[in-house]
């Protein structure tokens, strides 16, 4: 890895440097008296993050140099014009580090969200490798249908899989079931679909997306995020028909299981052990990553582990994580009043734009229909395949499915699935407004909310749908 660094700083050693000062230029010319820079009515640092995202869409062969050269150039802007900003302070806060490890209730900055996405993406790419080595995918033709039902049962087991893992292993055993049984041809559309189905099993379930389990610790109701389901399998219906017909004319289904596998029944323990350990952690102690790799050491004495994999998802790894802390560092610290059409743009800023602070920032101003809100981030994201940690995982078994022209044409059946879904949520449940720790409804200020202007606030934390039974 180093060598491939060294060797590439070398031959493109001038380009680099011209790239920096093209991105840094405009800041030059626009920043004075000490004030972060504007081109407008625009700070510069979401024009540079502009050029990030419309790199990764026209160089898609090139993603993770963009991604990681980006990163730089937005880090030395911030360092040069923006005086509030701290590197230290904006990864791991101000409180005691040791403090935050032991309570997560006191975790701040960016540095819990870096390493869980860390340990998940290289994790799961351990577990989905000790998966397909269990030999389990090659038995599925047996029980799966020969026709266009059979890709979309498959979509079905990655929504229910979903529905209590983290969407990334969805995906990844989703998508290495897919390479078995198509025989190493999966259409583009049906990876999108394979992505959208992992991140729509997620939206409902407060242990399914890292999203909703960051509502979940803010004290949103498990019942309250529940609802995002009528969303989700309305959506579901939709794109799985598409994909899977997409996938059937495509490669059709293997017609036969071979009659001499074996199961090996240690490294299928040694997958529910690591999916256990996933579910466990994140309960506990909100670090799911903690649990994987606790499940992928403890299967050192099952079965030799497959850390070749490692390496592979490496290059995906920093990819994302360069994107996200990207995405941390906009200046984005107020949204729109919360209402469903704010929940709607936030569902297609996702694809683009990292949902954690998006999230984030929704929590800290309240008021939201959280089950809308968690369909919007959760789902939104696989409109493009960069927008969902699920996306970028699974491209790294389909390196076809980073050309984002092709994944948008492809795959147009996922966005308008995030349409009708969003709206059959809206008209069968409308907008309904739910407590956090910090935010009642009962003291909501939104223009709209049902209980705007009341000032007593009762006993306990109340949902829409109780005030508007009495």
């Known amino acids: ?234 959506a579901f219906a939709f794109f799985a028909w598409f994909g899977a017909h997409q996938q059937d004319k495509y490669q059709k289904i293997q017609t036969d299981a071979d009659v001499n596998v074996k199961i090996d029944w240690l490294k299928l323990v040694n997958v529910i052990i690591i999916l256990a350990g996933a579910i466990i952690s994140n309960i506990i102690y909100d670090m799911p990553a903690l649990g994987v790799w606790i499940g992928i050491l403890l299967g050192i004495f099952l079965r030799p582990v497959p850390w070749k994999e490692v390496p592979g998802a490496l290059k995906g790894t920093i990819f994302l994580l360069s994107l996200v802390m990207c995405a941390s560092m906009m200046p984005v610290e107020e949204l729109p009043n919360a209402s469903w059409v704010t929940a709607l743009a936030l569902g297609f800023l996702s694809a683009v734009f990292d949902n954690i602070p998006l999230t984030k920032l929704c929590l800290d101003q309240g008021h939201y229909d959280w089950g809308m809100l968690a369909y919007a981030v959760g789902f939104g994201g696989s409109m493009v395949w960069f927008g969902s940690s699920a996306g970028v995982a699974i491209t790294n078994k389909f390196p076809e499915g980073r050309n984002v022209v092709q994944w948008i044409l492809k795959g147009w059946h996922v966005a308008v699935a995030y349409v009708i879904g969003f709206f059959a949520l809206y008209l069968i449940m409308g907008w309904e407004p739910g407590d956090t720790k910090e935010h009642k409804i009962i003291n909501c200020p939104v223009p709209g909310c049902p209980m705007a202007g009341h000032e007593e606030e009762p006993a306990g934390s109340v949902s829409y749908l109780d005030l508007i039974k009495e």
Do not use: C
């Open 1 to 234: 890895m180093k060598s491939l660094v060294l060797n590439f700083l070398r031959g493109n050693s001038r380009k680099l440097i011209l790239f920096f000062l093209i991105w840094l230029f405009p800041a030059a010319i626009f920043a004075s008296d000490g004030s972060v820079p504007m081109i407008g009515p625009i700070r510069v640092e979401f024009i540079i993050f502009g050029f990030i995202l419309l790199g990764v869409a026209l160089f898609h062969k090139q993603t993770f140099w963009v991604a990681v050269t980006g990163l730089m150039v937005l880090l030395i802007f911030k360092f040069i014009f923006d005086p509030a900003f701290h590197l230290g302070e904006h990864m791991f806060g101000t409180a005691p580090f040791m403090e935050q490890i032991m309570d997560k209730e006191l975790r701040q900055g960016e540095w819990g969200i870096i390493l869980n996405l860390l340990g998940l993406l290289l994790g799961f790419a351990v577990l989905s490798k000790i998966f397909e080595e269990s030999r389990i995918p090659e038995i599925l033709p047996k029980y799966l249908p020969n026709d266009w039902k059979g890709p979309f049962l498959l979509l079905v087991f990655v929504f229910i899989l979903s529905s209590f893992l983290d969407n990334i292993a969805a995906a990844l055993i989703g998508g290495t079931v897919a390479l078995v049984v198509f025989k190493n041809k999966v259409h583009i559309g049906y990876i999108a679909a394979l992505v959208a189905a992992s991140n729509a099993g997620g939206s409902g379930s407060v242990v399914g997306d890292t999203t909703t389990t960051m509502m979940w610790i803010d004290g949103v109701s498990a019942f309250n995020v529940l609802h995002a389901y009528v969303a989700a399998i309305v």
